[in-house]
């Protein structure tokens, strides 16, 4: 028998679905298991590093405003879709899984056409487009948020499993992480992050309030600042009167590959608002400063936002309304509030689902779909 996995574009449709194709095989490895990407996405570059099968489609995202590149994007579309349908054809697929993305609705249109068992998995509050559209051809939509039920049309069955995170997402002790970076015991460690590639608003707004952060004995700082930000954020906190290297309690990374290690280490975190990063808030019970990536899809990163925050777990800065003595109030009600803070991370704890895995697991089981 022979299962399919989709999805692309971002980390956070990619890692769910690699998640799931792993404990696919580990539970049943005489399973066939197949990736379907976009040529050009980061499922390109991520999964053949896994060993995993992958095989490569046209795909291209379709712009808000009808233009030229409208066309160009519908020829590239019905390209994937015959690249897709061949891929499936030879493959015989039985079950296919998708986690959203533009590649996502080439596979799961063919996949349909050949009589295969079709279901998704959304991770956002706001369902994108492409999960919204195919949700009425599934056989059941997982999904991270029951926010996200009532935007999907139709009767097919919803199942509100979580997010997936990484195995080593709370492996780590607090004391571990603080060694791992040479930080303090006895002192509040921060975490700020915008993901791989930085957050511009981020880098510039935190490092121009460091230096009232710092004043504090008890506060320490991890600083990934994604590699494209990186010189520009080194040069403001110079420019703030810092040195990016030598200041105590102060840790600034261009990329960090043991996040584990960051999110054991902190007490608070300030970042966006995508799926993952908010699963894995979740699983280690770190509360944070939420600042939604404002050009995600349908603002899909804001919605997400609100359900942590209504949840009593974060506090949400909108981009374009961050300011440095607004980060640094905020900020502050965490760092010198430790109830506040420990209320908030209990909250924070209580969203998680460690059984996301075994959830989308018993969905598929249950369907049949892997016997």
């Known amino acids: 028998m022979g299962v399919i996995v989709t999805g692309g574009g971002t980390g956070g449709h990619i890692y769910p679905a690699l998640a799931i194709a792993e404990e696919i ?24 590093k896994t060993g995993l099968p992958f095989a490569a489609i046209t795909a291209k995202g379709f712009t808000r405003k009808l233009s030229l590149d409208t066309l160009r994007t519908l020829q590239a579309t019905g390209k994937g879709f ?24 080439s596979v799961m249109l063919a996949a349909k056409g050949q009589g295969a068992r079709l279901f998704l998995h959304e991770q956002n509050a706001y369902p994108g487009v492409t999960n919204r559209l195919l949700a009425p051809l599934s056989d059941g939509v997982m999904l991270n948020f029951s926010e996200a039920r009532g935007r999907f049309k ?15 997402i709370g492996r780590y002790s607090k004391a571990e992480g603080l060694a791992h970076f040479g930080l303090a015991e006895d002192k509040k460690t921060l ?9 511009r608003t981020i880098n510039q707004t935190m490092s121009q309030i460091l230096p009232a952060l710092l004043k504090s004995e008890d506060v320490q700082v991890i600083f990934i600042s994604g590699r494209n930000g990186y010189e520009e954020t080194r040069g403001l906190i110079r420019a703030a009167g810092l040195s990016d290297t030598g200041t105590p309690g102060l840790k600034l990374l261009d990329y960090l590959y043991d996040m584990p290690l960051a999110l054991a280490a902190a007490d608070l975190a300030v970042g966006r608002a995508g799926a993952t990063f908010l ?14 990536y404002p050009y995600a899809s349908e603002n899909h990163q804001a919605h997400n936002a609100q359900a942590i925050v209504d949840a009593g777990a974060a506090e949400m800065i909108l981009d374009a309304q961050c300011t440095g003595p607004l980060m ?4 502050e009600r965490f760092l010198d509030d430790d109830d506040y803070r420990r209320g908030m991370a209990k909250q924070m704890k209580a969203l998680a689902k460690p059984n996301a895995l075994a959830d989308i697991m018993a969905v598929l089981e249950k369907q049949g779909s892997l016997q």
């Open 154 to 168: 139709g009767k097919t069955p919803m199942y509100v499993t979580g997010l997936p995170v990484r195995a080593d």
């Open 191 to 199: 975490l700020i992050t915008g993901g791989s590639r930085g957050a």
């Open 25 to 48: 095989k580990k539970r049943y490895p005489q399973v066939d298991i197949l990736y379907i990407g976009s040529e050009t996405g980061l499922e390109a570059d991520i999964v053949p």
């Open 82 to 105: 015959r690249m897709a349908r061949q891929i499936l054809k030879d493959f015989k697929a039985h079950t296919v899984i998708g986690t959203g993305g533009f590649v996502c609705g």
């Open 328 to 331: 640094l109030e905020t900020l």
């Open 279 to 292: 699963a894995e808030l979740s699983a280690t019970g770190l509360p944070a400063v939420l600042l939604p």
